[in-house]
C-alpha cells in the first residue's frame, strides 16, 4: 500500500498589484535608482508594465505605505524614491511585536550577544574624544540615584539612550540598528510595566560602574577589556531587571483578594 500524502495548502498568488509593486522595486533596483529619484509618471508605468491604470495606482499605494516611495503634488511632482527611516523601520518591527509578550530575558538574550561584541569593535577603531564627549553627556543626566519613581523612570531611559548613542557609532548599519531597536524596546517594556518603581539604587550605581569602566577601555583602545566589561554588565542588568519584574509581581498578587 502505498504511503499517504498530505497535501499542502498552495501559498495565496500575491494579488496584481501587489505583483506589479515587487516589479517596480525590482526595476528600481536593476536601475540602481537612489532616494530622491523621480518614478516614471503614471502613462510610462501603464505602458511600462502592461497593466490598467487602477493596479498601477494601488501598487504605487502599497509602495507609500512600505515607505518606498514618496509622492508630491504641484510644480515638480510626482512619486519619487523614498528612503525608509530607522524611526519607521523599527516602528513597523515593534508593531509586529506588540502581541508577542517579550519578557526581560528575551531582550537581554539578544543584548547580551550584540553589545559586548560592539564594545570591543569600537575600542579596536577608536572613539574620538568628541565621541566619548558625548557619551558623558548622557551619563551627566543620571550621575546622582533618583529619589522618586518618576526620576528613576527618566534616568533609566536616559541611562539606555547611553547605549543607543554607543550603537550609532557601529561602522555596521545592522548592528547599529538591532542594538537601537532592543534598547527601545526594553525603554517601553520598563515604562509600560512600571519597573521603574521603586527606584533600584543597586541598579543605578552597577550601571554608572560599568559604563565608567567601559568608557576608559574605549578611551584607551582595550577591546577585549571592553568587551569584557559590557558583557559584566548586560549580565548584572539583567539579574537585576528579572529581580525588580519579579518584586512588582509579587507586590500585583499580594495585593489580589481571592475568595
Known sequence: MPPATTRSTPE??????????????????????????????????IERFSMAKGTIREALRILEAQGLVKSRTGPGGGTFVHQVSEERAAALLGNYFYFQQLSISDIYQIREALEPELAASLASEGLSEA??????????????????????REQHIASLRFHAVLAE??????????????????????????????????????????????LSALRAGESDTARGILREHMQTAHRLMKAQEAALTRRFLSETTII
Open 12 to 45: 495565496p498568488r500575491p494579488s496584481r498589484p501587489q505583483q506589479v509593486a515587487d516589479a517596480i522595486k525590482d526595476w528600481v533596483m536593476d536601475r540602481g535608482l537612489q532616494p530622491g529619484d523621480r518614478l516614471p509618471s503614471e502613462p510610462e508605468l
Open 131 to 152: 565621541q566619548i564627549a558625548r557619551l558623558q553627556s548622557v551619563m551627566a543626566r543620571y550621575a546622582e540615584p533618583a529619589e522618586t519613581a518618576e526620576e528613576e
Open 169 to 214: 557609532m557601529a561602522g555596521n548599519p545592522l548592528m547599529r540598528f538591532l542594538i537601537r531597536f532592543t534598547a527601545n524596546m526594553l525603554s517601553e517594556i520598563t515604562v509600560t510595566r512600571q519597573l521603574y518603581d521603586p527606584p533600584n539604587r543597586e541598579l543605578w550605581a552597577s550601571g554608572m560602574g560599568y559604563q565608567q569602566r567601559l
